[in-house]
């Protein structure tokens, strides 16, 4: 069948803005769940767009999200577990892996199948992995294999990305508020690899697969064309910002008590042990990117937007300077 009518859960995220964008652009009439509109009211000016307030993570709404729907994509992700997520009330665990990452996993699989949906698709994270180290990777790792498990009538394709970059990302852009302010930045895991995948190219394999029959089943790793250490690409961003900066990578022993350090500072975390343990692990796929859904876009060729203005990178600085 042709997909038409498609639901985005995460749809107001960082991958999300950029996906519905792309889909919307295409024609596809897409629904969008927010806790509140104002969250998303850009998104509200497509006219292909339907923003529902509602709680995804209520089984009732959920299905009633999914009804009439030809595929529903999943992109809910939280980067760093908040300490309310380890509180027995509900409404707190919002906050947890285990409640993102398996939990809401989970309700889709259920809300799709009852509400008649054939297909499914998924994001995950490149080392997503049950034994790993990191809590992070655990849960990404567990619901991952849930959706798997999946069979008939749902069709499913679960995406694994490399850290994702471009405008609106919480990767690069946070190197370059930290930057812009101090000549000295000790990097934890200065030394770990990366192969960093542009957002667009992430929105573009997500769209092409909703109707490709042979990526049904099918798990995919997205990473962009070049492999980059830490430190290099907190180079990289000082050089596109033309800053001189001395970036001084951590080792293993010093980056666990700086991560440890970091989960004490109040507001947007920088680094958590959980990061660190992930980062243990290099996150690349020597393969790079899946040649069905096109090329992959080098860095070096769109990191010019880390120069556009953009008062609320600002304000963020502000606060970080401030210690708020």
Do not use: W
Not at 59 to 86: F, Q, R
Not at 191 to 219: I, K, T
């Amino acid at each position: 069948m042709t997909i038409q009518n498609v639901c985005i859960l995460g749809g107001g995220g960082f991958v999300g803005h950029h996906l519905v964008a792309l889909l919307a652009a295409r024609g596809l009439n897409i629904r969008v769940p927010a806790r509140r509109r104002e969250a998303v009211k850009d998104l509200i000016v497509l006219p292909t767009v339907e923003i529902v307030e509602t709680d995804i993570h209520d089984p009732a709404s959920l299905k009633n999200l999914c009804s009439g729907m030809d595929a529903v994509i999943n992109l809910v992700g939280l980067l760093h577990e908040s300490d309310a997520g380890k509180s027995d009330n509900a409404q707190a665990r919002r906050g947890s892996f285990q409640y993102a990452h398996v939990e809401l996993p989970r309700k889709v699989v259920q809300a799709c199948t009852e509400a008649g949906v054939p297909r499914l698709l998924h994001m995950s994270a490149l080392g997503a992995e049950v034994n790993s180290r990191s809590a992070y990777q655990r849960s990404k790792g567990a619901g991952e294999a849930l959706v798997m498990q999946v069979a008939d009538p749902l069709a499913v394709t679960v995406f694994r990305p490399s850290v994702i970059f471009g405008p609106g990302d919480s990767f690069l852009t946070m190197f370059a508020d930290l930057l812009k302010l101090t000549p000295v930045v000790p990097l934890a895991g200065g030394n770990a690899r990366f192969q960093p995948v542009f957002v667009g190219d992430v929105a573009r394999a997500f769209a092409d697969a909703l109707d490709l029959q042979e990526s049904h089943g099918q798990s995919y790793n997205l990473c962009g064309p070049k492999v980059y250490t830490l430190a290099e690409l907190v180079r990289l961003t000082a050089a596109s910002l033309d800053l001189c900066r001395v970036i001084v990578p951590l080792s293993e022993t010093p980056s666990y008590f700086f991560a440890m350090l970091m989960e004490l500072k109040p507001g947007q975390k920088i680094m958590t042990r959980d990061n660190h343990y992930a980062m243990l692990t290099d996150n690349v796929c020597p393969q790079g990117f899946p040649p069905l859904f096109g090329k992959a876009t080098a860095l070096e060729s769109v990191i010019g937007y880390l120069k556009e203005a953009d008062p609320r990178r600002g304000y963020m600085a502000y606060r970080a300077h401030a210690g708020r």
